[in-house]
């Protein structure tokens, strides 16, 4: 069994910084990718970010690029999520997601892509 424990979410003014963590635990995998979702009230799940894990390969969704970057630490099997310029429209519960499966960069945005999901990290963004 693999388990995704994400950490790093909290409450922050426009304009600021949060770092996400997600760290995987239990088996080992054949880790292929892994992504950022997230969803707010009253919404669908959204893509943010993923990442190739061999060759570092990332996507991003369009409202956060340029802002976000997500990185990766392969011999902690761990994912970052660096928030820069934070707006109240970040605000959600964000997801840390991983697949076994050889997905291409086109599917790194399908939530149905990942078998693996974390328990989720509250992002608030104040205005």
């Known amino acids: 069994q693999v388990q995704l424990v994400e950490s790093g979410g909290g409450e922050v003014q426009a304009g600021g910084s949060l770092r996400l963590s997600c760290a995987a635990a239990?088996?080992?995998?054949?880790?292929?990718?892994m992504g950022w979702f997230r969803q707010a009230p009253g919404k669908e799940r959204e893509f943010v970010a993923a990442?190739?894990?061999?060759?570092?390969?990332?996507d991003y969704a369009d409202s956060v690029r340029g802002r976000f970057t997500i990185s990766r630490d392969n011999a902690k099997n761990t994912v970052y999520l660096q928030m820069n310029s934070l707006k109240p429209e970040d605000t959600a519960v964000y997801y840390c997601?991983?697949?076994?499966?050889?997905?291409?960069?086109?599917?790194?945005?399908?939530?149905?892509?990942?078998?693996?999901w974390g328990q989720g990290t509250q992002v608030t963004v104040s205005s």
């Open positions: 990442i190739a894990w061999i060759l570092g390969t990332r």
């Open positions: 239990g088996r080992t995998f054949s880790n292929v990718a």
């Open positions: 997601a991983a697949t076994e499966r050889r997905i291409t960069i086109r599917s790194f945005g399908i939530p149905r892509s990942y078998e693996y």
